[in-house]
């Protein structure tokens, strides 16, 4: 090889070097370029909202609402739907939700609603797992359990086990109650209250078949106290005759 033809060499290659370099250089500008593009504030909005999934409580509206309450969603790139699905969540009857992107500008959203089963402490709700929630529950007709807060999945699991006991016998639960002493009451859904107690619940159950049947005047029960180890004591209802009476005669005392 002669010594001119070197330098020529040298050349090429540095020429080559050269536009490469400024290839590499244009295309990392023009990558750059469309990063700012992509994440600038506003630059590509959410446009369109997904909803599926049944939810009979929970209203599309709500679900929107919910979503457009973030201001990330004003950047489809940049949101994150972790945060989509926090924020769902914090309705009250949604359940679960997932969350996922759908290019090139719309979220799909699928929610699962609470599985609502019964009425706790008058003011609340319990879904079929034992969690309270609170809720507005509208012309809803539930069972109605009650308790301490923490025993909600324990009155819950008790109420399943009693409810095909009496259901055989022909006799439907409306409320079962777990008192601060963890003793178990019942009522009916003719409203006779059964007290249970403790301990030996199905044979106190049991007790209560047998011989509320026998017992006359059946419409004036008020409860029925099971907690013996043989028999039961009867709460009547009180007539209302005797009660005006008895109000009549304290307001006549109260003039003397």
């Known amino acids: ?3 001119a033809a070197v330098p020529r060499t040298r050349l090429g290659f540095l020429s080559g070097l050269v536009f490469f370099l400024l290839v590499l250089s244009g295309l990392l500008w023009s990558l750059w370029q469309a990063v700012i593009w992509a994440t600038a ?4 909005p959410v446009n369109s909202l997904i909803v599926q999934g049944e939810h009979r409580f929970v209203s599309r509206d709500d679900i929107r609402q919910s979503v457009l309450a973030l201001p990330e969603v004003g950047n489809f790139f940049t949101l994150e739907v972790d945060r989509v699905q926090q924020q ?4 009250p009857w949604v359940y679960q939700a997932s969350v996922r992107k759908q290019w090139p500008d719309s979220l799909r959203v699928y929610i699962v609603e609470q599985p609502v089963v019964a ?3 008058e003011d609340a709700l319990v879904n079929t797992h034992g969690e309270v929630f609170e ?7 539930l069972i109605a359990l009650s308790g301490p807060d923490e ?3 324990r009155v819950l699991e ?8 009496l259901e055989t016998k022909g006799y439907d639960i409306s409320r079962l109650h777990l008192t601060p002493r963890f003793s178990w009451e019942l009522t009916l859904s003719d409203g006779v209250r059964l007290i249970l107690g403790r301990d030996d619940i199905e044979a106190r159950l049991q007790r209560f078949v047998n011989v509320y049947p026998g017992i006359t005047g059946r419409e004036r029960v008020a409860y029925l106290d099971l ?12 007539d209302e005759e005797t009660k005006n009476d008895q109000e009549r005669g304290t307001k006549s005392d109260r003039r003397a």
């Open 1 to 3: 090889m002669s010594e």
């Open 41 to 44: 504030a506003n630059q590509v």
């Open 88 to 91: 769902l969540l914090q309705l």
């Open 119 to 121: 009425l706790w402490n």
């Open 135 to 141: 809720a507005d529950r509208g012309e809803l007709e």
């Open 151 to 153: 025993e909600a999945a």
């Open 158 to 165: 008790e109420y399943r086990r009693l409810k095909p006991l």
């Open 227 to 238: 907690r013996y180890d043989t028999g039961l004591a009867v709460g009547w209802k009180q």
